[in-house]
């Protein structure tokens, strides 16, 4: 029951990953892949049918589009490089004055 | 008033052939806790460096005093794990700073965000906020973002940046988490934080500049990269 109740700690992440596929896997073979007895309206399962692939693609495109993005937006630290060769000016000058042998 | 105990913090610091840097991230740590009024000590971890790391820090022993800078060296490289794990028997302080000993790391305080929300861990980012990096080309960021992006994916970790290894840990979840992680090298860093997330532990973060390295070569290339990409399957595969 706890295992149940706490999915996150008992299962791995791999774990979650093909239970998850597995369900939206059924789910989707069992709409899609024309069983007998259910009757879909054919536009509904021709749209139905490519699904995963498009999903896939769709997926790539966002990780393309977000690692873009992040790529693009990772911030260059002049101020910070700059104040550190300060702080290791200030440093060799000090420790030098107290007797360290470098 | 709080007591003497409270709120001291262990530095510790691995070091391999750091001469260069040793005594200017100690010199800066030093100012940074005077300047804040922290009680500290900074515990320095050599592992047998040819380059005479160990007697530079000897030097700042005396210098700064045995009660301030412990030198607690190992005969040869065994590992950044072991070196935290053997630093920390050491470690007198109830928190524990974990950062590299060159000086990628700007050296700043993550008190105020620890008090701020009294978190279990605080991670430094640098994804997030005014956080970066410095002196790092294309190719470099874009591995970064990449491999960030993908371990976001599989492991959800609820912490922007994993890699990073500049943290603050109460010293009783290090300990805990110490006990739980098996990983080596980045994987490692990576694992602390996940495991720190199944424990229930608390996670802040402050943004830190990532300035490339001044002295001494980076450690990142095409072995890096696969050893990372099978240390993240496998914590997909076992976390």
Request: charged share 20%; with cysteine.
């Amino acid at each position: 029951l706890t295992a149940a109740l706490s999915p996150q700690a008992a299962m791995t992440k791999l774990g979650q990953w093909l239970c998850g596929l597995a369900l939206l896997g059924s789910a989707w073979a069992a709409l899609a892949l024309e069983p007998p007895g259910l009757h879909l309206p054919a536009p509904l399962r021709q749209a139905l049918l490519p699904l995963p692939l498009y999903l896939l693609v769709a997926f790539g495109c966002y990780s393309l589009a977000t690692v873009g993005y992040r790529l693009a937006t990772f911030n260059d630290c002049e101020e910070a490089a700059a104040e550190l060769q300060e702080h290791i000016r200030a440093a060799r000058a000090d420790l030098q004055q107290r007797g360290l042998r470098f | 008033m709080a007591a003497s105990g409270a709120g001291k913090v262990s530095v510790l610091l691995p070091t391999y052939n750091e001469r260069e840097n040793l005594p200017l991230v100690v010199w800066l740590l030093v100012r940074t806790f005077q300047e804040s009024g922290n009680n500290f000590e900074i515990i320095i971890i050599d592992d047998g460096s040819p380059d005479g790391t160990q007697e530079i820090a000897e030097q700042l022993e005396k210098m700064y005093g045995s009660d301030k800078i412990l030198l607690r060296p190992r005969p040869r490289k065994l590992g950044l794990g072991t070196a935290y794990i053997h630093g920390m028997k050491h470690a007198t302080g109830n928190f524990i700073v974990i950062m590299d000993a060159d000086l990628s790391h700007h050296v700043s305080l993550y008190f105020i965000k620890q008090k701020e929300g009294n978190f279990d861990i605080v991670s430094g980012t640098r994804y997030k906020g005014n956080g970066g990096v410095y002196g790092w080309d294309l190719k470099r960021k874009l591995i970064s973002r990449g491999a960030n992006f993908l371990t976001q994916v599989l492991l959800r970790p609820g912490a922007s940046d994993l890699t990073g290894s500049f943290r603050l840990y109460r010293k009783e979840v290090l300990q805990k988490l110490m006990e739980k992680c098996v990983s080596k090298g980045y994987v490692f860093q990576m694992e602390m934080i996940v495991r720190a997330r199944q424990l229930g532990y608390t996670i802040g973060e402050v943004p830190i500049t990532f300035v490339d390295r001044v002295y001494g070569e980076s450690k990142l290339g095409g072995n890096e990269i696969v050893s990372f990409l099978k240390g993240l399957l496998t914590l997909f595969a076992t976390t």
